[in-house]
C-alpha cells in the first residue's frame, strides 16, 4: 500500500502543506483497512496525484468526504467531463435503492448531496467546464433532492390522508417554486435554496375517513419537506431552506393556492417581490396516481402566467424606478453599513450589483421586449446590450466580470463547504484562493479581481442613475414652475412666454389653465400630481426652443391628458431628457406624430435611443426583430399576436416618419422602408393564418407543406415600392391547390373554402380595430370582377380573367403588380402571367382612348375643380400635371411597347421603369429626366403634407414648372398620331 502513496514523501509541491498531508496519511491508514484499499490506491496515477493534491489543498471539504467515502478516487480519477443532470438522476437512484424510512430517506440526501459536491469542486477547481456547468449541476443537485423529499413525504401522508382534490375530484398537485439563483438555474457550492409552495385550487384529501383541506394536507407535506433538506443531522444537511420570500414572508401561511397568490400579488405585491419574482421557476412537483402530464403541465403555465402578469407590466415600465432606486440605494448603503468592501457577492463591484443591473432592465422592459423573460443572467446581458440598454462592449465585459466572480465565490465556499463570500484575511487563505483560481500570488489575483469589480461599480453606478440637471437650469426651472401653478401675474407670465418665443402667449397660459384646473388633474393621486408637477416646468423649457412654441405646447398636452392617470408615462420623460427633447422636436415638426404618441403611449420608448430611432433597419433586420418579438408569444394567442404586431408597426412608422422629418432619410428610402415594413408584416400574417387554418382543417391534399399554395399580389402603392404614410394596401390573393381536392384534418373543407377562409382570416388579422388600431387597411377590390368577385382565386383563373375580361385599367393596375409575400414557385409562375399580359400588342389609338378617359374621369371625381376655389388650389395627386398623370403615362408606356420591349416589366415601381424608357429610347433623356425629378417633388410634398395631416390640395402656384412639364409630356404622348 505504501507504495502507491510514496510520492508523498518525495514530491517537491507547494501545495503539499501540512494540512494536506495530514490528510493523505489518515488516508493511507484508512486504505490500509479497507478489502478495496489496494485497488483505490492504485488508482492514484502521478497525473491523477497532482490533480489530488491541488484539489486537496483547496478544499478542506473534498478532504473530509474522501476520507469517508474513499471509493470517491476511483470516480474522480475517471472524471474529465462536466457532470449533467442525468448523471446526477442515476446516482440519485442508487442512493434511493434503500430507503425505507423518513431517517434512511434523509441520510441517503445527505450522502447523495456531499459525494455529489465532491464531484461538483472537483470539476470547478480543474475547470473541466464553463461556470454555467457548475451553476447547473448545483441546481439539477437541489431540484432532485427537493422532488426527492417531496415524493417520499407525498406519498406518505396520501397513504394516511388520501390524495388533495378539488371541488370536481380533480387531484390537486404541490408546485414548487424555485427564486433566486435556483430558479435561474445559478447556485452557488453553498447557497440556501429559496422556495415558495403553491398549489392550484382549494378543497380536501379523497379518504372519506380520514380527511384533511388541501390547505393543511400541503402545509404538513411542505413542512416534512423543509426538515429533510434543511435540518442537520450527523450526516450533515442537504440545502438550507429559505421560506421568507413567500407572500406575507415568515407570517404567512405556508403554502398557497393560486388564488390566494394572485390576490396577494394583486393587491400587496410589492416592487422588491417583483424584482425578485423574475428568477422564479417551477423546480418541483407532486408526482401522484390520477394526474396526467398533461394536466401537470396546464398547471405550471397556469401558475407562470399569473405570475408574468405579475412581474412584467405590458410595456415598458418607469412607475418601477423608484422602488428600484431605493433598491440601490439600500444596497450601497449596507455596504458601508456592514463593510462589506471584500465581500464578492455584496460588496461594491460584486455579483449582486451585476444581477442589479440585469434584473432593473427587466423589470423596466420586460413586459415590452419579452425575450427578457428570461431568468438566466448570462443570457439576459447580451439581449440588453441589442436593446441598446448597455453601451456596445459592456455586455462582455460585465458577463467576464461576474464568471470571474462567481469562480472566486466557488473558490472561497469550496474549501470548507461554507456560506460566505467573504475574501481571505489569513496570509495563507488568500495564497491558496489566489492558487486555486489560477495566480501564482494574492497580489496578482487582487489586481485582476479589483478591475473586475470597478467595471461592475461604474456600470451599476449608472444604472437608472438620477437624471442630471445643469446648474443654469434651476432659476428657469423655478420660472416655469410658476407659470404652470399658475403663481405668476397674468402680465408677467404674458411677458415671460412672449420673451421666450411663444406665437400665442395667452393661448399658452389658456392651455396651462385647463389643464391644471381640470377634474382629471385636480383628482389625481398624490404620486401622479408630484410627477405631472415635476415634468410640466421641464416641458415648458424644452419647447421654448423651439419655433412655435404654444403650436407644440398644445400637441404635446393631447399624449399628457391621455397618459395622465398612468404617470409613468411622464416619468420616463423625466427620467430621460434625451427622449423629452426628442419628443419636443418631433412633435414640433409634425402633428401626426403627435398624434400618434398620444393615441398610442407605449411608443415614447422608441424615443430614448437616438441611435434606433434615426437608423431604421433593412428589411432582414426587420425581419429578424418580428421574428424575436413574437417567439414568445403563444401560437394560439390571437389576440397578443395582433396587438404586438401593431404595436411593432406603429414603432418602425414612427421612426420612419423621425427619420425623414428630420432629413435622415431620403423620399426613396422613406417608401422602401414601408414597404418593407409592409412585406415582412404580410408574411408573418400569411405564416400565423396559414398555421392557425393547418390546426383547424389539415393540409390540403395533404401536402404537409411549412409554408402554403399560396402569394399575396401586392398592387398600388405597395407593388410599386412607392408606401406612404399611412398608405393602405391593395392586394389580392391566389391560390394553386387542386380545386376539387380536400383537407386531410378530421374537420376537412375543400381547398377552395380553405383558402378562402384563409383569406378571410389575413384581412380579419390586417382590417381590425383592436385597442392599438388597426394593422393595415386592406383593399381587395383589385381582384378579377372587384368586389363581386371570389376573394381568393387560382393562378388559371387570374390568367383567364386577365386575358379574357379585364379592362384596359386592371391592365394598368397590373404593371405596378408584385408578389410580395407566399409561395417562391408560385411567386415566379404569377411573373409569368404578369408579363404575358403586359406583353401583348395592344391597337394604340384604343389604348390611348381608354387611358385618357379613365384620367379624365378621375380628375372630374377626385380633382381640385370639384371644389368651389379651384382656381386656386392644386390637388398633388389628381390634377393635370400631377402624380396619377405620371403614372398614367407609365403605365400606358408599358402597355404600348412592352411586346417590344420587355425590359419594361422588370420592375414594378415608376421610377425604374421611367429609367428603362430612356434606356429603350422610347422617351428622352431630358423627358425623363424631367419627369423623375417631378415625381419625387411631387411625392415628397405629398409625404410632407401626411405628415402635417393636411390635404393634398396646395396653393395652385406650387410646383409649377414640374405641373407645366409633366402636362407637356403628357400632351406629347397622347397626342393623335403619336407611336
Given at each position: 500500500?505504501?507504495?502507491?502513496?510514496?510520492?508523498?514523501?518525495?514530491?517537491?509541491?507547494?501545495?503539499?502543506?501540512?494540512?494536506?498531508?495530514?490528510?493523505?496519511?489518515?488516508?493511507?491508514?484508512?486504505?490500509?483497512?479497507?478489502?478495496?484499499?489496494?485497488?483505490?490506491?492504485?488508482a492514484i496515477t502521478d497525473e491523477f496525484a497532482t490533480q489530488l493534491i491541488f484539489c486537496c489543498y483547496n478544499s478542506a471539504f473534498v478532504c473530509d468526504q474522501l476520507y469517508k467515502f474513499p471509493d470517491l478516487i476511483v470516480a474522480l480519477s475517471q472524471v474529465s467531463a462536466p457532470l449533467n443532470h442525468a448523471e446526477l438522476v442515476a446516482q440519485w437512484q442508487q442512493h434511493a435503492q434503500h430507503i425505507d424510512s423518513v431517517d434512511s430517506l434523509e441520510q441517503a440526501l445527505r450522502e447523495f448531496r456531499n459525494r455529489a459536491m465532491v464531484g461538483i469542486i472537483w470539476r470547478d477547481l480543474h475547470r473541466m467546464g464553463q461556470l454555467e456547468d457548475t451553476t447547473g449541476a448545483l441546481t439539477s443537485l437541489a431540484e432532485i433532492c427537493t422532488q426527492a423529499a417531496l415524493d417520499y413525504h407525498y406519498n406518505l401522508l396520501a397513504t394516511k390522508f388520501g390524495q388533495p382534490t378539488d371541488k370536481q375530484g380533480a387531484i390537486q398537485p404541490l408546485l414548487v417554486l424555485g427564486m433566486g439563483k435556483l430558479g435561474a438555474g445559478e447556485l452557488n457550492l453553498s447557497s440556501d435554496i429559496d422556495l415558495i409552495f403553491t398549489f392550484p385550487q382549494s378543497g380536501n384529501t379523497n379518504n372519506p375517513d380520514n380527511p384533511l383541506s388541501n390547505q393543511e394536507f400541503f402545509s404538513r407535506l411542505g413542512k416534512k419537506v423543509i426538515h429533510s433538506l434543511d435540518a442537520k443531522t450527523l450526516h450533515g444537511f442537504v440545502f438550507r431552506v429559505d421560506m421568507r420570500l413567500r407572500p406575507y414572508g415568515q407570517s404567512g401561511a405556508l403554502?398557497?393556492?393560486?388564488?390566494?397568490?394572485?390576490?396577494?400579488?394583486?393587491?400587496?405585491?410589492?416592487?422588491?417581490?417583483?424584482?425578485?419574482?423574475?428568477?422564479?421557476?417551477?423546480?418541483?412537483?407532486?408526482?401522484?396516481?390520477?394526474?396526467?402530464?398533461?394536466?401537470?403541465?396546464?398547471?405550471?403555465?397556469?401558475?407562470m402566467t399569473l405570475l408574468r402578469q405579475f412581474t412584467y407590466r405590458k410595456y415598458v415600465d418607469f412607475s418601477v424606478i423608484d422602488a428600484l432606486r431605493?433598491?440601490?440605494?439600500?444596497?450601497?448603503?449596507?455596504?458601508?453599513?456592514?463593510?462589506?468592501?471584500?465581500?464578492?457577492?455584496?460588496?461594491?463591484?460584486?455579483?449582486?450589483?451585476?444581477?442589479?443591473?440585469?434584473?432593473?432592465?427587466?423589470?423596466?422592459?420586460?413586459?415590452?421586449?419579452?425575450?427578457?423573460?428570461?431568468n438566466r443572467l448570462l443570457v439576459i446581458l447580451p439581449q440588453l446590450e441589442e436593446l441598446n440598454c448597455l453601451p456596445p462592449g459592456t455586455a462582455k465585459i460585465l458577463a467576464d466580470a461576474y464568471r470571474f466572480l462567481r469562480n472566486t465565490e466557488h473558490a472561497i465556499q469550496a474549501y470548507r463547504d461554507e456560506q460566505t463570500q467573504r475574501l481571505p484575511i489569513n496570509p495563507d487563505d488568500q495564497l491558496r484562493l489566489a492558487r486555486g483560481m489560477g495566480f501564482d500570488d494574492w497580489q496578482s489575483f487582487y489586481q485582476q479581481l479589483n478591475t473586475h469589480r470597478d467595471v461592475v461599480k461604474a456600470e451599476f453606478h449608472e444604472v437608472i442613475a438620477l437624471p442630471e440637471e445643469k446648474d443654469d437650469q434651476c432659476t428657469v426651472d423655478s420660472l416655469w414652475q410658476q407659470i404652470w401653478q399658475g403663481q405668476l401675474d397674468q402680465e408677467v407670465a404674458f411677458d415671460i412666454l412672449a420673451k421666450h418665443k411663444h406665437e400665442a402667449p395667452n393661448t399658452t397660459l389658456s392651455l396651462l389653465d385647463e389643464l391644471r384646473e381640470s377634474s382629471t388633474v385636480?383628482?389625481?393621486?398624490?404620486?401622479?400630481?408630484?410627477?405631472?408637477?415635476?415634468?410640466?416646468?421641464?416641458?415648458?423649457?424644452?419647447?421654448?426652443?423651439?419655433?412655435t412654441p404654444t403650436q407644440t405646447l398644445h400637441r404635446i398636452l393631447k399624449l399628457v391628458k391621455s397618459v395622465i392617470r398612468r404617470s409613468a408615462y411622464l416619468l420616463l420623460l423625466i427620467e430621460n431628457p434625451g427622449a423629452l427633447s426628442q419628443l419636443v422636436k418631433l412633435t414640433a415638426a409634425s402633428p401626426w406624430i403627435a398624434d400618434r404618441l398620444a393615441e398610442h403611449p407605449a411608443l415614447l420608448d422608441e424615443l430614448l435611443d437616438a441611435r434606433t430611432l434615426y437608423h431604421p433597419p433593412e428589411k432582414a433586420e426587420l425581419q429578424a426583430d418580428l421574428h424575436t418579438t413574437m417567439l414568445r408569444i403563444a401560437e394560439d394567442d390571437l389576440e397578443t399576436q395582433m396587438e404586438t404586431l401593431r404595436h411593432f408597426r406603429a414603432a418602425h412608422m414612427l421612426r420612419v416618419a423621425a427619420s425623414e422629418l428630420t432629413g435622415a432619410l431620403p423620399l426613396m428610402k422613406v417608401s422602401d422602408y414601408l414597404t418593407y415594413m409592409a412585406e415582412v408584416i404580410v408574411e408573418y400574417v400569411v405564416h400565423l393564418a396559414w398555421g392557425q387554418m393547418v390546426a383547424k382543417h389539415g393540409y390540403p391534399d395533404g401536402d404537409k407543406r411549412t409554408h402554403p399554395n399560396f402569394i399575396v399580389v401586392g398592387y398600388g402603392k405597395v407593388g410599386g415600392i412607392e408606401l406612404s404614410h399611412g398608405s393602405d394596401l391593395d392586394l389580392v390573393f391566389i391560390h394553386n391547390a387542386n380545386t376539387s381536392g380536400s383537407t386531410d384534418g378530421e374537420r376537412s373543407i375543400d381547398n377552395q373554402t380553405f383558402y378562402m377562409r384563409?383569406?378571410?382570416?389575413?384581412?380579419?388579422?390586417?382590417?381590425?380595430?383592436?385597442?392599438?388600431?388597426?394593422?393595415?387597411?386592406?383593399?381587395?377590390?383589385?381582384?378579377?370582377?372587384?368586389?363581386?368577385?371570389?376573394?381568393?382565386?387560382?393562378?388559371?383563373?387570374?390568367?383567364?380573367?386577365q386575358k379574357e375580361s379585364a379592362w384596359t385599367w386592371e391592365h394598368q393596375a397590373l404593371v405596378r403588380a408584385r408578389v410580395i409575400a407566399g409561395d417562391s414557385e408560385l411567386a415566379d409562375q404569377f411573373d409569368q402571367v404578369r408579363r404575358a399580359i403586359l406583353g401583348q400588342k395592344r391597337e394604340l389609338a384604343t389604348l390611348r382612348k381608354d387611358v385618357t378617359e379613365m384620367r379624365e374621369k378621375m380628375r372630374k371625381h377626385l380633382g381640385s375643380d370639384t371644389s368651389d376655389d379651384a382656381s386656386k388650389t392644386f390637388n398633388i395627386k389628381q390634377d393635370a400635371g400631377g402624380i396619377v398623370d405620371i403614372e398614367f403615362m407609365v403605365q400606358y408606356a408599358v402597355l404600348a411597347w412592352a411586346h417590344s420591349q420587355p425590359a419594361l416589366l422588370r420592375y414594378t415601381d415608376n421610377i425604374r421603369i421611367l429609367e428603362c424608357l430612356a434606356e429603350s429610347q422610347l422617351l428622352s433623356a431630358q423627358e425623363v429626366e424631367q419627369l423623375i425629378e417631378a415625381y419625387k417633388a411631387l411625392r415628397s410634398l405629398g409625404h410632407s403634407l401626411a405628415l402635417q395631416q393636411q390635404a393634398n390640395l396646395v396653393d395652385g402656384t406650387s410646383l409649377e414648372p414640374e405641373r407645366e412639364t409633366v402636362i407637356r409630356i403628357w400632351q406629347q404622348l397622347f397626342a393623335v398620331g403619336a407611336s
Open positions: 500500500m505504501k507504495s502507491h502513496l510514496a510520492w508523498l514523501n518525495t514530491e517537491n509541491n507547494p501545495l503539499l502543506n501540512d494540512d494536506v498531508r495530514l490528510f493523505f496519511a489518515r488516508l493511507e491508514e484508512k486504505l490500509d483497512s479497507l478489502d478495496d484499499g489496494e485497488a483505490i490506491a492504485s403554502v398557497s393556492n393560486f388564488d390566494s397568490l394572485e390576490d396577494y400579488y394583486q393587491t400587496q405585491g410589492r416592487e422588491w417581490e417583483r424584482y425578485a419574482m423574475v428568477k422564479a421557476r417551477i423546480i418541483a412537483a407532486s408526482q401522484a396516481e390520477g394526474i396526467s402530464d398533461a394536466e401537470h403541465a396546464h398547471y405550471k403555465r397556469q401558475l431605493g433598491l440601490k440605494q439600500m444596497i450601497t448603503q449596507e455596504v458601508k453599513r456592514r463593510q462589506l468592501e471584500d465581500d464578492v457577492k455584496l460588496g461594491p463591484g460584486g455579483i449582486r450589483e451585476v444581477e442589479f443591473i440585469a434584473q432593473a432592465f427587466q423589470l423596466i422592459r420586460g413586459g415590452r421586449d419579452t425575450q427578457l423573460q428570461d385636480q383628482t389625481l393621486q398624490a404620486a401622479g400630481k408630484e410627477r405631472l408637477d415635476e415634468f410640466i416646468p421641464r416641458l415648458l423649457a424644452q419647447i421654448s426652443a423651439t419655433d384563409m383569406g378571410q382570416k389575413i384581412i380579419h388579422i390586417m382590417n381590425t380595430q383592436t385597442v392599438n388600431g388597426q394593422l393595415y387597411e386592406v383593399d381587395m377590390r383589385l381582384r378579377p370582377s372587384g368586389n363581386s368577385g371570389m376573394l381568393v382565386t387560382t393562378l388559371s383563373g387570374f390568367e383567364k380573367y
